[in-house]
């Protein structure tokens, strides 16, 4: 396996454990839908929110952050695999919110993690 898909699933790991410790409950991780993915899908217990979560992991954060990877196509992607997942499961969210997760350092050292609640929205973007 190629480094930086090793380094993605680690960031993924570290993710995961981000937020269960924030008390979210994971539903999935890499759910697909055709050649479309989500990294993460938990409900926020708190809020009853279910959160489409897309991870970004960096070993450093010199040229870009993590975060502004996330460019109009992946967002576009991630609107139309959150919309497969909701028809899939068929079950009715109240509110439903997209994050982005981001992870910089190398295994096993993390450096920065931040979660970046409703990062965007992409009824805006397509």
Known sequence: ?????????????????????????????????KHRDIDIIALENETMTLCFVEVKTRSD?????????????????????ANAYLRYCS????????DIIAVVGKRPQVKRIDLIKNAFNPMLVL
Not at 64 to 73: F, G, I, L, M
């Open 61 to 81: 954060d010199t040229i870009q952050s993590p975060e502004e990877a996330v460019d109009c196509k992946k967002i576009r992607n991630l609107a139309y695999a």
């Open 1 to 33: 396996m190629a480094e930086h898909n090793e380094e993605g699933i680690w960031g993924e790991e570290v993710a995961q454990g981000e937020l269960e410790r924030q008390g979210y409950l994971i539903l999935e991780r890499d759910w697909r839908n």
């Open 91 to 98: 079950i009715r969210y109240k509110a439903i919110r997209f």
